[in-house]
């Protein structure tokens, strides 16, 4: 899958590890004029896919969000230290 946006652009893929690429749409994959429309985008899909990416002409990735990155983010939060508690008690 080419990740690189055509020139000046910038381009957004949704994957899911289950079954996004066996679905008849396929996995998400749309070219935007600006990155903010690519950040929405990517944003507004985000409960859809494990991963949404946005990359720019260069192939660079810039942003990474999905569902995936919503679970982890839970998950560090529930892993940070409660005041007072004992690290050894884990």
């Given at each position: 899958m080419q990740t690189q946006a055509p020139e000046g652009q910038?381009?957004?893929?949704?994957?899911?590890?289950?079954?996004?690429?066996?679905w008849p749409s396929g996995p998400l994959w749309k070219d935007c004029e600006t990155f903010d429309e690519a950040r929405d985008l990517a944003d507004r899909n985000e409960e859809s896919y494990g991963w949404v990416y946005v990359y720019d002409d260069a192939g660079k990735l810039l942003y990474e969000g999905g569902c995936h990155a919503?679970?982890?983010?839970?998950?560090?939060?529930?892993?940070?230290?409660v005041p007072g508690e004992n690290k050894t008690q884990r």
């Open positions: 910038y381009r957004v893929i949704g994957l899911d590890p289950v079954d996004t690429l066996t919503q679970q982890l983010e839970r998950i560090q939060k529930l892993n940070q230290d």
